[in-house]
């Protein structure tokens, strides 16, 4: 089996600058060497729960991990190009075909073409429409991962511009409809095939409306070609 880490790393970062300190020094005589890190749980890669979108909505300790552990088919989009909107024929023609109650990962291999430490990423990326979001949702997902800025507003947060909430399409299609969102994953161009077992636990947070999360998929698993984990 091949294990492939598809997460960002945590540290210094325009958007959202995490604070990072460490205390303690083997080499001074400390017994332990400590690191603190804030950040919000909305940066880097991370699982949203239905509470960062929706009023009284449950919060990440809520998700079930069957939700964001499982067989997983990729959409391959790697020929989308910047700034394109993508719409459900796209992504019926990316589709490789499974079963409801998986994963859904769109890979655009967005890092491959704008590096995620610069604004680039966020203004030049391709963005989902309301249609592709209803088309997701109709799949029967678990999950959707996705490894670029999938609604266009995303954008304009980095300027402080807030539009309406059904703007926000991922967000208020799949998440309000219960669909778990697992965002801004990396590394996708080297996941090999159409499917893949992904792995998205989200941090145990207590009351918290999202969390960072390791992200990995196991490549090869048995059973896996056909959606089906032996």
Request: proline share 7%.
């Amino acid at each position: 089996m091949n294990i492939v880490d598809l997460s960002m790393m945590i540290g210094p970062h325009f958007r959202w600058n995490p604070e990072i300190s460490v205390t303690g020094e083997k080499n001074s005589g400390d017994q332990f060497r400590v690191t603190r890190l804030g950040t919000t749980c909305h940066g880097f890669s991370h699982v949203d729960a239905q509470a960062h979108f929706i009023t009284d909505g449950p919060t990440i300790e809520k998700t079930q991990l069957s939700r964001v552990v499982g067989p997983c088919r990729i959409f391959d989009l790697s020929k989308v190009l910047p700034n394109e909107e993508i719409g459900p024929e796209t992504l019926a023609a990316a589709d490789p075909g499974g079963n409801p109650g998986e994963i859904l990962l769109l890979a655009t291999q967005w890092d491959t073409k704008r590096d995620c430490q610069t604004r680039d990423f966020w203004t030049d990326a391709p963005w989902l429409n309301r249609a592709a979001s209803e088309y997701l949702l109709a799949l029967g997902p678990t999950a959707v991962a996705v490894d670029f800025p999938q609604d266009y507003p995303i954008r304009l947060l980095l300027d402080g511009i807030r539009v309406p909430d059904e703007e926000h399409v991922t967000h208020d299609v799949l998440l309000r409809a219960g669909v778990t969102l697992i965002e801004y994953v990396v590394n996708t161009a080297a996941l090999k095939g159409k499917r893949t077992w992904l792995c998205a636990a989200p941090l145990k947070v207590c009351n918290a409306d999202g969390a960072p999360a390791r992200i990995f998929a196991i490549e090869d698993m048995p059973g896996i070609a056909d959606g089906v984990a032996s």
